[in-house]
């Protein structure tokens, strides 16, 4: 088995009113990831992880989780992923403990008392064991969700927006978790319109747009081919020298914004600044953020 534990070859899904959600994704994930798939609303997001686990079924293309292909070796496919689905889908009248027996016996699970009871705690649902799932608030039936993923303690971990719409606790208490996991060495695929939440947490990334793979690779070097890192300083003697103006971004009064692409190229800045005999202070830089990279790549569309 390659160290890819996740393979999609060329897939395409056309719904049937005939909306294709997918135009040919290509996209290898490495065992231990913490890997993030970004892109607008109506992107395919969706659509791609539901393909991961037969929620939906692809028009063309392969799956291989873990080197099983999900359409011929279905069941071996599901036994290495888990995915936390955006939807809250659990039985109203089953306490949260029985709905997780019962996914434990889905999965042909026995003896899995110990790791029930260590997501059950890690999740904070505790005290909440022998409550039927119609009583517990959203936040809580969002705890259940994530529990039910990952009963067969998959290899995998699928999350698709995770914390769209949860309190604070939560969203701390899940990322510990999520953690945790990774550092034991599950990988993660999460989902997520919180830029910032990517750009800590995923070291690799894959933009989505339209169906298609805009870009993708390692998250720092993706920021670092943005080349909207900025520098701002005052200048207190001297002017601008002629070669720089043109990477002026902004100006008011002796203080100039310019932008460079990385330590050498801010290096170059700051030498031609000296030969002129020019004196600054309160110099400051700022890094291109995911956010730059996600407005540069999706609107070029
Ligand atoms: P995302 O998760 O990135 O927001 P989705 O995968 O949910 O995107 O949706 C991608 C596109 O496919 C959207 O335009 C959506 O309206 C469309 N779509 C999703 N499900 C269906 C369906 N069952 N039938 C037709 N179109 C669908």
Redesign the pocket.
């Known amino acids: 088995m390659s160290s890819n534990i996740i393979d999609i070859e060329n897939l395409h899904?056309t719904?049937?009113?005939g909306?294709e959600?997918?135009k040919g994704i290509s996209l290898q994930i490495q065992e231990g990831a913490f890997f993030g798939l970004l892109?607008?609303?109506?992107?395919?997001?969706?659509?791609?992880?539901?393909s991961m686990v037969r929620l939906?079924r692809p028009t063309s293309g392969h799956i291989r989780i873990a080197g099983f292909d999900i359409a011929q070796d279905s069941a071996d496919a599901l036994m290495n992923i888990g995915v936390v689905a955006?939807e809250i889908l659990c039985d109203p009248f089953l306490t949260v403990y029985e709905m997780l027996a019962f996914q434990s016996g889905y999965y042909g699970l026995k003896n899995n008392d110990a790791w029930i009871e260590e997501i059950i705690d890690s999740l904070g649902l505790s005290e909440k064991m022998q409550t039927p799932c119609r009583l517990l608030s959203g936040g809580m039936k969002r705890r259940v969700m994530v529990a039910q993923a990952l009963v067969h303690k998959p290899p995998v971990i699928v999350l698709?927006?995770p914390t769209a719409g949860v309190d604070v606790q939560l969203r701390n208490q899940l990322w510990q978790f999520i953690e945790k996991l990774h550092k034991k060495g599950h990988t993660i695929v999460l989902?997520t319109h919180y830029l910032e939440e990517a750009q800590n947490l995923c070291s690799e990334i894959a933009i989505?747009n339209h169906?298609e793979i805009v870009t993708s690779g390692a998250t720092d070097q993706l920021l670092n081919s943005v080349e909207q890192n900025t520098v701002r300083f005052r200048l207190v003697k001297g002017t601008v020298p002629e070669t720089l103006r043109p990477r002026i971004l902004h100006s008011e009064a002796q203080t100039f914004v310019m932008g460079f692409s990385d330590a050498k190229d801010l290096g170059t800045i700051l030498a031609a600044l000296q030969e002129e005999d020019c004196c600054i202070e309160n110099l400051q830089t700022s890094r291109a953020t995911l956010e730059d990279l996600f407005i540069k790549v999706t609107q070029s569309f």
């Open positions: 899904k719904y049937a009113n909306f959600a997918l892109g607008p609303n109506g992107a395919g997001k969706s659509t791609l992880i539901n939906v955006q698709d927006e989902t989505i169906g």
